[in-house]
Nanobody, 115 residues
């Protein structure tokens, strides 16, 4: 059974930093890409960043230059380094892993940016 477990969320002041982790376990198969999304109450889930199997990264305009997605294949883990956090970055952050057949999701981790 495939499981994705996010960690690293919490409360941080504006301008601060957090690093989210997403560890995958189970037999996933060939991964096409890993991604982070976020969701705030009353809004649709929003794409944040992607890293492909080849290492290519892409970011939403709202986080470009502030967030960095990376991975550790040996640990089967994807990270999201978040710097210069703003109140509008508040939300539940989800990681996903996509293969040719399935897209797997984690349970989410809360990030709150507030003074």
């Amino acid at each position: 059974q495939v499981q994705l477990v996010e960690s690293g969320g919490g409360l941080v002041q504006p301008g601060g930093s957090l690093t989210l982790s997403c560890a995958a376990s189970g037999s996933i198969g060939n991964i096409n890409y890993r991604a982070w999304y976020r969701q705030t109450p009353g809004k649709q889930r929003e794409w944040v960043a992607t890293i492909t199997s080849g290492g290519t990264t892409n970011y939403a305009d709202s986080v470009k230059g502030r967030f960095t997605i990376s991975r550790d294949n040996a640990k089967n883990t994807v990270y999201l380094q978040m710097n210069s956090l703003k109140p509008e970055d508040t939300g539940v952050y989800y990681c996903s892993v996509a293969t040719n057949r399935f897209t797997y999701w984690g349970q989410g981790t809360q990030v709150t940016v507030s003074s």
